[in-house]
């Protein structure tokens, strides 16, 4: 089992920035897929941003805005969030699979808000 820990969200105006970091508790270099996921009040999980092998996947809404890294050092997975807009307002979720399973781990999320 996986555990994650998520950290980094808040209360930021529009067009500000924020950095969302989740921790897994095995080392990222035996993740095959690290993702962060979204669900706002009302609405279903949807996709942001995911790497697969190495290999970075967003969804349009949020393309030349958010980037998906790892931190070797800090053992992390990142998501930097950039011009953000209100409708980026969710809960996000980190969601990883190892290369020896084939099953996801959720982490409990992380809220966002974005307000004036």
């Known amino acids: 089992q996986v555990q994650l820990v998520e950290s980094g969200g808040g209360l930021v105006q529009p067009g500000g920035s924020l950095r969302l970091?989740?921790?897994?508790s095995t080392s990222i270099f035996s993740l095959y897929f690290m993702g962060w996921y979204r669900q706002a009040p009302g609405?279903?999980?949807?996709?942001?941003?995911t790497t697969?092998?190495?290999t970075p996947n967003y969804a349009d809404s949020v393309?030349?805005?958010?980037?998906i890294?790892?931190?070797?050092?800090?053992?992390?997975?990142?998501?930097?969030?950039?011009?953000?807009?209100?409708?980026d307002t969710a809960v996000y979720y980190c969601n990883v699979r190892l290369y020896s399973s084939t099953i996801y781990h959720w982490g409990q999320g992380?809220?966002?808000?974005v307000s004036s």
């Open 69 to 87: 890294s790892t931190d070797n050092a800090k053992n992390t997975v990142d998501l930097q969030m950039n011009n953000l807009k209100p409708e």
């Open 21 to 24: 970091s989740c921790a897994p």
């Open 52 to 54: 697969r092998d190495g």
């Open 110 to 113: 992380t809220q966002v808000t």
């Open 43 to 49: 609405k279903q999980r949807e996709l942001v941003a």
């Open 63 to 67: 393309k030349g805005r958010f980037t």
